[in-house]
């Protein structure tokens, strides 16, 4: 008789290969992100101007560039936090069809600052912070997982604070991004699992 090697998975599902993957991947995108800013920092932040110009046809490259760009350190700091432990949340978790959701809230949001956005120069990853909470917060409505509702719970817990962001309006601050994540986190929960609820 041989015996199948089996996996360290707890009672809700999570396995520490499954979580290391998870980690291994945020880590890499957090860190691309500080790359971006060094090399921001070394231009002179020359590469800034390529964030999102609302409503012009030239601003909307800065939807796929807006969030990998920080107007300084004290800002990517803000957000690297965050990210890392959304973006571990995200894809420790195949049924969130990882890949997907995070590449639909990347660009509805970017598109969403676009259209309502200030005229000025929107950057930062803080879109895409809110975006992962609010699809973290709200996909268990149409998943049939205990996991992806622990998650949703988690991530209120330890996020929900940042939703007072949407509503405490300041200078330099993007809340047009952070209401357009918001939002796209919500519809690409519902685009991705409510058809299959």
């Known amino acids: 008789m041989k015996r199948r090697p089996t996996k360290n998975r ?28 060094i090399v921001d920092l070394s231009s002179g932040f020359q590469l800034d101007g390529y964030g999102i110009l609302p409503r012009k046809v030239d601003g909307l490259m800065g939807i796929f560039w807006s969030p990998l760009l920080h107007a ?18 995200l894809f420790s978790h195949g049924q969130y069809r990882p890949k997907s959701s995070l590449a639909f809230i990347w660009l509805v949001s970017g598109l969403g600052t676009w259209l309502i956005g200030r005229p000025a120069i929107h950057i930062g990853a803080s879109s895409i912070v809110y975006g992962l909470a609010a699809f973290l917060m709200t996909a268990s409505f149409w998943m049939r997982s205990w996991r992806a509702f622990f998650l949703s719970i988690l991530a209120l817990l330890m996020f929900g604070g940042l939703f007072y962001g949407l509503f405490h309006i300041q200078k330099g601050v993007s809340w047009e991004g952070h209401l357009s994540g918001a939002l796209a986190g919500v519809w690409v929960a519902w685009l991705m699992h409510a058809r299959h609820a």
Do not use: C, Q
């Open 10 to 37: 707890s009672r809700w599902g999570f396995s520490s290969e499954g979580i290391g993957r998870a980690i291994k991947i945020s880590m890499t995108w957090v860190g691309l992100l500080w790359v971006v800013e």
């Open 72 to 89: 300084d350190f004290a800002h990517l700091i803000a957000n690297s936090g965050p990210l890392v432990l959304l973006l571990i949340m």
